[in-house]
């Protein structure tokens, strides 16, 4: 194919920094540059001229080699040129790389070729991954932090249950504040194992906490706080004398509106409780 190109774009096709595959109008590979050669002769001494990417996976070309996930872009597409960016996470013999990839087709002498550039990004998404968990993780609870609501995207079916600890300043004031601390991690782990795994369980603030599950049953609150109460009882100890308040609506359009109804009612429920 290199040959089919103007003679200045062959140092570019043959150099590129990159890892840049070139298939024909029938999706067969006609050009690989060096940098590809190079990384694909680790893994298999085959030839990957003349084959699809489908029988490069169907005959185990590259041993030991599955895509887990592939994560879109969001890229402007030109009107002369179709084109998608992916981040693509795969297996190679049990390690995991990340690569960024984008392709695109265009004409070439009145042929259409489809063109693959990648960059193995392993360790940029390893560490970009690493600093969204620190930011987005409170340190001391292991929860999402406030500032993860901000990336949350709600639905009309996204319930939102927030819950106020009744004794945290009790606590910190009889049993000192490595108590304090202690409570709330041990509370936190105790909202991570009641509630599922896709639901998120937010440390909102010193001793307030948001959990968002998607579900269109709000009767599921009632008997998940019940539960809550009894694991204190039977599991906290010396803190087993801890209460809790808390309230619970579905998303409204209005994220902060939707906090003021349900802050309303887990101020009900705490000044229900001082009556009694």
Known sequence: MVETVDGYLTPFLVNFPGLLCVRDKNKRIV???????????????????????????????????????????NLMVDQNVRSSSNVIECCLDETIKYFDVVEFETRVNNDTYHYMIAKDITDLYCEKELYLKTSLVDELSGLYNKR????????????????????????????????GDELIQRFSALLRSVFRSDDCVVRYGGDEFIIITESNFISIVNRRMSHIKQCIAKEFDELSFVTFSYGADFYKDDFIQTMNNIDKKMYENKNSKIKV
């Open 148 to 179: 993860f609501l901000k990336s949350y995207h709600f639905t009309n079916n996204s319930l939102i249950i927030m819950i106020d600890l009744d004794n945290f300043k009790l606590v910190n004031d009889h049993y000192g504040h490595v108590k």
């Open 31 to 73: 050009f690989i540059n060096e940098s590809l050669e190079q990384w694909v002769h680790q893994y298999t001494n085959d030839c990957l001229l003349g084959m699809t990417y489908e029988e490069l996976m169907t005959r185990n070309v590259i041993p030991n080699c599955s895509i887990k996930n592939v994560y879109h872009h």
